[in-house]
């Protein structure tokens, strides 16, 4: 992670004010405020603020004159209820906001998420980092035979070390070249907004990001799937920790009910119950392709 002492040195006086309020705080949230969780080689995500409790979707969805709680368990049992019918309102009664460093290539997967609010890092009026996304070597895929969208086999020795170097050359010369064609004394002098457009996919951006609890859990929900890809999954999960910091109960029963669920339709829906009354079932007489049999093997398996 790349922070200049003088950014951390912004953000630890940052942490050390404090406000009394009346709304609801969530301490293990609160511990983790503004403080930069390292992603990637050169990234990073924190928490700048957020809105809402466990208590706040309950509240909401009792519509209720005070917070609404009544017991733990009969509130978690609310929350869980509220998950496992998709019900969306009572969670978008919360929100959350991120400070985001991350590669271009990710930032265009993460700007699909319309369902959020986004200021970005201009690199028309300010000048770019010198600073880009390497895998390591455990992530440096070849293309997967069978997906795709997707990795194989881990390149090894090698092979490994020369695309690490073709990755590394290409983006520090279109680097040097962007600074040669800002520099208004021995370059170009050209604008900021024109000068950028030779840069690499792997250079850093930074953005605020600012999202609803439903909608979150609906990214979380696409990008922690093993099909999302590793880069952007590696930002979901520290986001996945700091939803059971800041809502443990609700983040409970989004893995119960969401990440950890599958969805049957209803053609495989016939095919499970014959198999559980014990009929043999054949792909051929499913009604299912191979691919939704495949599929559903696979869950069944586990
Ligand atoms: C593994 C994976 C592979 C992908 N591959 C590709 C790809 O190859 N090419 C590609 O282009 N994208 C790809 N995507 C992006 C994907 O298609 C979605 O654009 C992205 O995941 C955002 O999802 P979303 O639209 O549901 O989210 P959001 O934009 O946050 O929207 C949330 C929900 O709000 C509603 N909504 C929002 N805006 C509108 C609107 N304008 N009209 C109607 N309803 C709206 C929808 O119900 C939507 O589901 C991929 C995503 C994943 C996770």
Same mark, same amino acid.
């Given at each position: 992670?790349?922070?200049?002492?003088?950014?951390?040195?912004?953000?630890?006086?940052?942490?050390?004010?404090?406000?009394?309020?009346?709304?609801?705080?969530?301490?293990?949230?609160?511990?983790?405020?503004?403080?930069?969780?390292?992603?990637?080689?050169?990234?990073?995500?924190?928490?700048?603020?957020?809105?809402?409790?466990?208590?706040?979707?309950?509240?909401?969805?009792?519509?209720?004159?005070?917070?609404?709680?009544?017991?733990?368990?009969?509130?978690?049992?609310?929350?869980?209820?509220?998950?496992?019918?998709?019900?969306?309102?009572?969670?978008?009664?919360?929100?959350?906001?991120?400070?985001?460093?991350?590669?271009?290539?990710?930032?265009?997967?993460?700007?699909?998420?319309?369902?959020?609010?986004?200021?970005?890092?201009?690199?028309?009026?300010?000048?770019?980092?010198?600073?880009?996304?390497?895998?390591?070597?455990?992530?440096?895929?070849?293309?997967?035979?069978?997906?795709?969208?997707? #990795? &194989? $086999? +881990?390149?090894?020795? !090698?092979?490994?070390?020369? @695309? /690490?170097?073709?990755?590394?050359?290409?983006?520090?010369?279109?680097?040097?070249?962007?600074?040669?064609?800002?520099?208004?004394?021995?370059?170009?002098?050209?604008?900021?907004?024109?000068?950028?457009?030779?840069?690499?996919?792997?250079?850093?951006?930074?953005?605020?990001?600012?999202?609803?609890?439903?909608?979150?859990?609906?990214?979380?929900?696409?990008?922690?799937?093993?099909?999302?890809?590793?880069?952007?999954?590696?930002?979901?999960?520290?986001?996945?920790?700091?939803?059971?910091?800041?809502?443990?109960?609700?983040a409970s029963a989004f893995?119960?009910?969401? #990440? &950890? $669920? +599958?969805?049957?339709? !209803?053609?495989?829906?016939? @095919? /499970?119950?014959?198999?559980?009354?014990?009929?043999?079932?054949?792909?051929?007489?499913?009604?299912?392709?191979?691919?939704e049999w495949d599929e559903?093997?696979?869950?069944?398996?586990?």
């Amino acid at each position: 992670m790349s922070l200049t002492d003088a950014q951390r040195a912004e953000i630890a006086a940052h942490a050390q004010e404090t406000s009394s309020t009346r709304r609801p705080t969530v301490p293990a949230l609160e511990a983790m405020l503004y403080d930069p969780q390292e992603v990637l080689d050169h990234g990073f995500l924190r928490v700048i603020d957020y809105m809402g409790d466990d208590s706040a979707i309950v509240q909401a969805a009792r519509v209720s004159y005070g917070r609404g709680t009544r017991k733990v368990s009969e509130d978690a049992g609310l929350i869980r209820y509220l998950m496992r019918h998709r019900h969306s309102s009572p969670f978008e009664m919360c929100e959350i906001k991120f400070h985001v460093k991350l590669p271009i290539f990710i930032a265009r997967q993460w700007i699909r998420h319309r369902m959020a609010s986004v200021n970005e890092y201009s690199a028309r009026y300010s000048i770019l980092d010198s600073e880009f996304y390497l895998p390591a070597p455990e992530h440096m895929a070849a293309q997967s035979e069978i997906n795709r969208q997707g #990795r &194989g $086999a +881990v390149l090894e020795g !090698a092979d490994a070390a020369a @695309v /690490l170097d073709i990755l590394r050359d290409d983006a520090m010369r279109t680097y040097r070249n962007y600074e040669t064609m800002l520099d208004t004394d021995e370059g170009y002098g050209l604008a900021r907004e024109l000068a950028r457009i030779n840069l690499t996919l792997n250079t850093y951006t930074q953005w605020y990001w600012k999202i609803d609890l439903h909608n979150l859990m609906h990214f979380l929900a696409l990008r922690l799937d093993p099909h999302a890809q590793y880069e952007i999954r590696a930002y979901a999960e520290v986001m996945l920790k700091i939803l059971h910091a800041w809502v443990p109960q609700t983040a409970s029963a989004f893995e119960d009910y969401r #990440r &950890g $669920a +599958v969805t049957f339709s !209803a053609g495989m829906m016939k @095919v /499970l119950r014959s198999m559980l009354a014990g009929e043999a079932v054949e792909r051929a007489d499913s009604g299912l392709s191979k691919r939704e049999w495949d599929e559903m093997m696979a869950s069944l398996k586990g």
